[in-house]
């Protein structure tokens, strides 16, 4: 997946969950995404950048002597 705009079921692929999981997460702004006519999209840098922030929320909560959620 080398394209810079990535549809659902691909986002869904990349990150080996349900492509149920990535609708709801885009419906609650929980993951960076966009429409066109109705359709969810993503940009794979967004993408790129919202996986690293969520490593480091977790980095930050196992640093602090919190057990994994």
Request: aromatic fraction near 8%; avoid cysteine.
């Given at each position: ?23 709801t997460m885009a419906q609650r702004g929980q993951i ?38």
């Amino acid at each position: 997946m080398t394209d810079s705009i990535l549809t659902l079921p691909e986002v869904a692929e990349l990150l080996k969950v349900a492509e149920k999981t990535v609708y709801t997460m885009a419906q609650r702004g929980q993951i960076p995404a966009f429409k066109v006519r109705g359709q969810w999209r993503f940009q794979r840098s967004d993408l790129d950048a919202w996986i690293e922030e969520q490593k480091a929320a977790v980095r930050g909560h196992t640093s602090k002597g919190r057990p994994n959620e």
